[in-house]
C-alpha cells in the first residue's frame, strides 16, 4: 500500500480552506453590494423627501403669495368701498319756493313765451321750485295744477301728480307723472297704497317705470330701471330706499345687486323755508350720465309731495274696494295704455 502524501493532505487542507474562504468573501461581497443598494436607496429616498419637501415649500411660498395677494386685494377693495361715500362728485339742490312771487312766477306774458318755447309747459303750470348744480341755477321744476288739484274723486276722477322740469332757457328736460291706473291695480292687489310713476326724458323714445317696492316691516323703497344710454338696450336697476331714523325724509340710492354701495343720496331740508332737498351724487360715471341726474331731480321734486300722493291713493283704493266709487282714467293715462305696435301696422 502506498504511503500517503503529507504534501498532498497539506495542499488538500489547503484547497479546503480556500473554498471556505472564497464562500466567506462571496458572503462578504453580497453583503457589501446589499449595503451599497441599501446606501443608495436611502439616498434617492433622501433625496425624493428632499425633492417633496422643497416642493411642498414652493407650493407653499406659491399658496402664501396668492393669499396675501388675495388679502391685499381684499384690503384695497375695502379702503374703497369705505371712502366711496366720502367723493361727492356732484351736488345738485332742488329748491322750493315758500311763495309764488319768484322770478319765474311773475308775469302773465313771460307764461306766454314759455310756452312758445315748449308745448310741455301748459297753461296751468305752476312753478314751485329752482334746481341748482354746485349753487349755479340751472333749471326749475312745475306741476300742472288742474292735473293735482281740480278733480271730483266721487265721479271717479282721481288727482295725479304731473311734475315737469325746464331748463334755464325754458327748455323741457323731463317729467314725472303718477300712474293712476297701475297705481290703483297694485294697491288692491297688496291693500297697500303702492303709487307707482311714469318717468319722461328728452330725446328718449322709452318710458320708465318708478315703482314703489311692498317689503313688510321695512322702510320704503322705490325700484326703476333705466336704459342710460339713448340709442342703448341694457337696461340698469336702481332703488331708492328712504333712511331710517332721520329727521327728514332722506334716501340712498343703490343697484339691487350692490347694496353696500351708495351710488347717490338724498337729504330732505324740511326745517328750510319751502323745503329743499340736495342730492349728493358719487359714482363718477353716473354723475355724467343725464339720464341719471334727471331721474334724480324728478324723484327731489317729487319729495315735496309724496306723502300727499299716499293719502290720496290710500283713500281712492279703500273707497274703490268698497264699491263707493268707480274710476276714470284721464285721456292722457288711457293714452299710455294704447299698443305702440298697433301703430306701426
Do not use: C
Given at each position: 500500500?502506498?504511503?500517503?502524501?503529507?504534501?498532498?493532505?497539506?495542499?488538500?487542507?489547503?484547497?479546503?480552506?480556500?473554498?471556505?474562504?472564497?464562500?466567506?468573501?462571496e458572503i462578504?461581497?453580497?453583503?457589501?453590494?446589499?449595503?451599497?443598494?441599501?446606501?443608495?436607496?436611502?439616498?434617492?429616498?433622501?433625496?425624493?423627501?428632499?425633492?417633496?419637501?422643497?416642493?411642498?415649500?414652493?407650493?407653499?411660498?406659491?399658496n402664501?403669495k396668492?393669499?396675501?395677494?388675495?388679502?391685499?386685494?381684499?384690503?384695497?377693495?375695502?379702503?374703497?368701498?369705505?371712502?366711496?361715500?366720502?367723493?361727492?362728485?356732484?351736488?345738485?339742490?332742488?329748491?322750493?319756493?315758500?311763495?309764488?312771487?319768484?322770478?319765474?312766477?311773475?308775469?302773465?306774458?313771460?307764461?306766454d313765451?314759455?310756452?312758445?318755447?315748449?308745448?310741455?309747459?301748459?297753461?296751468?303750470?305752476?312753478?314751485y321750485?329752482?334746481?341748482?348744480?354746485?349753487?349755479?341755477?340751472?333749471?326749475?321744476?312745475?306741476?300742472?295744477?288742474?292735473?293735482?288739484?281740480?278733480h271730483?274723486?266721487?265721479?271717479?276722477?282721481?288727482?295725479?301728480?304731473?311734475i315737469?322740469?325746464?331748463?334755464?332757457?325754458?327748455?323741457?328736460?323731463?317729467?314725472?307723472e303718477?300712474?293712476?291706473?297701475?297705481?290703483?291695480?297694485l294697491?288692491?292687489?297688496?291693500?297697500?297704497?303702492?303709487?307707482?310713476?311714469?318717468v319722461?326724458?328728452?330725446?328718449?323714445?322709452?318710458?320708465?317705470?318708478?315703482?314703489?317696492?311692498?317689503?313688510?316691516?321695512?322702510?320704503?323703497?322705490?325700484?326703476?330701471?333705466?336704459?342710460?344710454?339713448?340709442?342703448?338696450?341694457?337696461?340698469d336697476?336702481?332703488?331708492?330706499?328712504?333712511?331710517?331714523?332721520?329727521?327728514?325724509?332722506?334716501?340712498?340710492?343703490?343697484?339691487?345687486?350692490?347694496?353696500?354701495k351708495?351710488?347717490a343720496?338724498?337729504?330732505?331740508?324740511?326745517?328750510?323755508?319751502?323745503?329743499k332737498?340736495?342730492?349728493?351724487?358719487?359714482?363718477?360715471?353716473?354723475?355724467?350720465?343725464?339720464?341719471?341726474?334727471?331721474?334724480?331731480?324728478?324723484?327731489?321734486?317729487?319729495?315735496?309731495?309724496?306723502?300727499?300722493?299716499?293719502?290720496?291713493?290710500?283713500?281712492?283704493?279703500?273707497?274703490?274696494?268698497?264699491k263707493?266709487?268707480?274710476?276714470?282714467?284721464?285721456?292722457?293715462?288711457?293714452?299710455?295704455?294704447?299698443?305702440?305696435?298697433?301703430?306701426?301696422?
Amino acid at each position: 500500500m502506498p504511503e500517503k502524501n503529507e504534501n498532498f493532505e497539506e495542499e488538500e487542507e489547503f484547497f479546503e480552506y480556500n473554498e471556505d474562504e472564497d464562500k466567506d468573501t462571496e458572503i462578504e461581497s453580497k453583503s457589501k453590494k446589499d449595503a451599497k443598494k441599501e446606501k443608495k436607496s436611502k439616498t434617492k429616498k433622501s433625496k425624493d423627501t428632499k425633492d417633496t419637501k422643497d416642493s411642498d415649500k414652493s407650493k407653499d411660498s406659491k399658496n402664501a403669495k396668492e393669499k396675501d395677494a388675495k388679502d391685499k386685494d381684499k384690503k384695497d377693495k375695502e379702503k374703497k368701498e369705505e371712502k366711496w361715500e366720502e367723493i361727492i362728485r356732484k351736488r345738485i339742490e332742488v329748491d322750493f319756493w315758500s311763495t309764488d312771487l319768484h322770478g319765474k312766477e311773475i308775469g302773465i306774458r313771460q307764461k306766454d313765451q314759455q310756452r312758445a318755447k315748449s308745448r310741455q309747459f301748459s297753461k296751468d303750470m305752476d312753478i314751485y321750485g329752482s334746481v341748482k348744480i354746485s349753487k349755479e341755477e340751472v333749471g326749475f321744476i312745475g306741476l300742472r295744477v288742474n292735473e293735482w288739484e281740480t278733480h271730483n274723486i266721487e265721479e271717479g276722477n282721481f288727482p295725479r301728480l304731473v311734475i315737469r322740469y325746464f331748463s334755464e332757457s325754458d327748455r323741457w328736460l323731463g317729467s314725472i307723472e303718477q300712474d293712476n291706473i297701475k297705481s290703483l291695480a297694485l294697491s288692491t292687489a297688496y291693500d297697500h297704497p303702492i303709487p307707482v310713476f311714469d318717468v319722461f326724458h328728452s330725446g328718449v323714445e322709452q318710458v320708465f317705470t318708478l315703482e314703489k317696492v311692498r317689503r313688510i316691516g321695512s322702510s320704503d323703497r322705490f325700484i326703476v330701471p333705466l336704459i342710460l344710454e339713448t340709442d342703448g338696450n341694457i337696461v340698469d336697476y336702481f332703488i331708492i330706499s328712504e333712511k331710517r331714523m332721520t329727521l327728514g325724509s332722506d334716501w340712498k340710492v343703490y343697484r339691487p345687486t350692490d347694496e353696500k354701495k351708495t351710488l347717490a343720496a338724498f337729504d330732505s331740508k324740511k326745517f328750510n323755508i319751502g323745503g329743499k332737498v340736495d342730492i349728493d351724487i358719487y359714482d363718477p360715471d353716473l354723475v355724467k350720465n343725464r339720464i341719471f341726474v334727471n331721474t334724480l331731480i324728478l324723484f327731489g321734486a317729487l319729495l315735496k309731495h309724496i306723502d300727499k300722493v299716499r293719502d290720496n291713493l290710500e283713500d281712492q283704493y279703500k273707497k274703490y274696494m268698497k264699491k263707493e266709487i268707480p274710476f276714470k282714467p284721464d285721456r292722457m293715462e288711457l293714452q299710455m295704455m294704447e299698443n305702440p305696435r298697433s301703430r306701426k301696422n
